[in-house]
């Protein structure tokens, strides 16, 4: 397991609200049979921050300065952005799908996939898709194999490289690397979502690449409403999501940093 991989996990499993601040709670209420003010001052402090994430204000406050980083491209300037591939990174999946009989991108995947398809039918340019988390014995497969699957039969799309062994996006680079070099490609469009791709960018640079940043599912550009400052659980998902990205974005500068 990389430290990537287990930062990774770590920070799905305890980091990442809402664990960490039911965590919080319950280190109050442990504080407060001892220091009664200070164990109620930390469980008020995350039931107050839990309540914010909940809400889509909540949510663009952790979004915005990550999406702020990048910007979609202009009709037209992936022709003329002298790309020579397409890389479209894996997100989520559904597993064993009944109405397909197999595994199939999530939500998030599927709009990557979208633009993606859309870029290529565009540009014609070569696409590579990458992404794996298949387990041990191939009982579940590789995201990469179901994300090429979508392309090619629900957005009539080519693939012409699977790269199926990364866990992490540093790893969507590294691996992805050696396929795209050994067809002398320096440039590529880079397709994620507008929150992942600060970091995704970062990654596909460290490994060499001249990124032209293609980003989708842009989810702060809306007015802001009174609704918007309502508890909902989209809002917390957006939340989760933005702050596991802020994660990585320190745990890279941390690596970096130590190099």
């Not at 397991?1 to 287990?6: H, V």
């Amino acid at each position: 397991m990389t430290a990537d991989f287990a930062i990774s996990v770590l920070s799905h499993v305890v980091l990442l609200p809402p664990m960490s601040l039911f965590l919080l709670m319950a280190m109050g209420w442990l504080l407060a049979r001892r220091w009664p003010r200070l164990g109620r001052g930390v469980s008020g402090l995350a039931l107050g921050v839990l309540v914010l994430l909940c809400t889509d204000a909540g949510a663009r406050l952790l979004a915005a300065p990550l999406e702020s980083r990048t910007r979609a491209l202009p009709p037209g300037a992936a022709q003329r952005s002298g790309a020579q591939a397409i890389v479209i990174l894996a997100a989520g999946r559904i597993e064993r799908a009944p109405e397909y009989g197999g595994d199939i991108p999530d939500r998030i995947a599927l709009a990557r996939l979208r633009y993606g398809a859309h870029l290529q039918h565009e540009t014609g340019l070569p696409l590579l898709v990458s992404g794996s988390n298949a387990t041990v014995g191939g009982k579940v497969e590789a995201k990469a194999f179901s994300m090429a699957r979508a392309l090619r039969e629900d957005f009539r799309t080519p693939v012409r490289w699977i790269e199926a062994d990364s866990a992490t996006t540093a790893q969507n680079a590294q691996f992805s690397a050696p396929l795209l070099r050994a067809a002398h490609v320096r440039r590529v469009l880079l397709v994620t979502d507008a929150m992942h791709m600060p970091r995704a960018q970062a990654c596909f640079e460290a490994a060499g690449f001249e990124v032209v940043a293609a980003p989708t599912m842009f989810e702060t550009l809306g007015q802001l409403t009174p609704l918007q400052f309502l508890p909902s659980a989209n809002a917390l998902q957006r939340s989760y999501y933005a702050t596991y990205e802020w994660m990585g974005l320190a745990w890279y500068w941390l690596r970096a940093a130590r190099a």
